[in-house]
């Protein structure tokens, strides 16, 4: 189905509007509200099959868990019956530094899952700890950049999201979360996936851990500018750092590198949307 993406807004105004095909049902995930368009207007978006059928979902494992607004019973009741799912969770929202998941079980027993993502394996159990789906083509791009030998901070690697990836891209990787939680995940992550001789894990704030200079760091926390000042102190000219952040300012950023001495080329990219007029942007930094 072809589709604008429009403002929650405009859903009001749409029977004044003449590219709206009146007869497919509009969908609705999260920010994101999918007008199905009439043949020969421009679109935004091709929708996937599954996406057409009904309610937007996340598949963990064994496990289906729904963001965003609560689901009816009858959209729990239709995932029920095409997923199967051992339990389904609805989670609007992760708290605090450490993100947990604020959840609500809507049916089955949690218990950790095994999640597989781009070859990669992730254990994990959604009642305690967060995976953003949405992170997946990141976790890619930053996969393409890494140089084999490379030396990697991950500053907040939470249970391996970009670690993982790294690592199998053949990068040497410093990995440092806090959350006891994400940490055991973040191990039993690296022995799933055969990373132990690539990654070093460190449970503890990343301000006390990092080590020596690094050619990149990870910083996937969206307070990150927060962490600048520590992370410029483990750099050399040509390292790169990708800055994570919902409110991109590239001259702040400019600024505190400025006063380590560096001029930086700095490139922002779009990784998805997270509220209205909010984007999870990440700032590719490169040291000069
Ligand atoms: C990986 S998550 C954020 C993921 C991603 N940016 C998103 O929300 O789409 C951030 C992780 O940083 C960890 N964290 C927060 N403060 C930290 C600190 N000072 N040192 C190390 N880890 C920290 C949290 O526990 C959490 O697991």
């Known amino acids: 189905m072809r589709a604008r993406i429009v403002p929650p807004e405009t859903l009001r105004s749409l029977d004044t509007l003449d590219w709206v095909d009146r ?15 009439k043949d020969g207007y421009p679109y935004d978006a091709v929708l996937p099959t599954r996406i057409r059928k009904g309610r937007g ?3 963990l494992g064994d496990a289906v868990i729904f963001h965003g607004r609560r689901p009816s019973a009858e959209e729990i009741e239709d995932v029920a019956c ?26 089955g027993i949690p218990h950790e899952v095994l999640h597989r993502e781009s070859g990669i394996l992730y254990h994990l159990d959604p009642t305690k700890v967060m995976f953003s ?32 990836s790294s690592a199998t891209a053949g990068g040497m990787v410093h990995a440092m979360e806090i959350n006891p939680d994400s ?14 001789t690539s990654v070093l894990a460190e449970c503890g704030d990343c301000r006390n851990l990092l080590s020596g200079e690094y050619d990149r760091i990870m910083m996937g926390h969206f307070d990150s500018e ?9 750099t050399t000219p040509g390292t790169v750092i990708h800055l994570h952040t919902l409110h991109p300012d590239e001259d702040t950023v400019k600024g505190m590198i400025g006063e380590h001495g ?17 984007c999870h942007c990440v700032l590719d930094v490169v040291l000069r």
Do not use: C, W
């Not at 007869?23 to 368009?37: A, W």
């Not at 490379?150 to 907040?156: G, L, Q, V």
């Not at 560096?262 to 909010?278: G, M």
């Open 23 to 37: 007869s497919r049902r509009v969908f609705r995930e999260e920010d994101h509200v999918y007008v199905p368009v």
């Open 183 to 196: 940490f055991y995940y973040l191990q039993k992550n690296i022995s799933s996936n055969q990373l132990t």
């Open 82 to 107: 095409r997923e199967e799912p051992a339990f389904i969770l609805f989670i609007p929202a992760h708290t605090g530094d450490l993100r947990v998941p604020y959840y609500e079980l809507l049916s």
């Open 226 to 234: 927060l962490f600048l000042s520590i992370a410029l102190s483990h």
């Open 133 to 164: 789906q949405g992170n997946r083509e990141e976790k890619r791009r930053i996969a393409s950049l890494i140089r084999p030998g490379e030396r990697i901070a991950d500053m907040f690697a939470g249970i391996g999201y970009f670690t993982l």
């Open 57 to 59: 979902y996340q598949r």
């Open 262 to 278: 560096y001029d930086a080329r700095i490139t922002v990219h779009r990784v998805k949307k997270y509220a209205p007029q909010i």
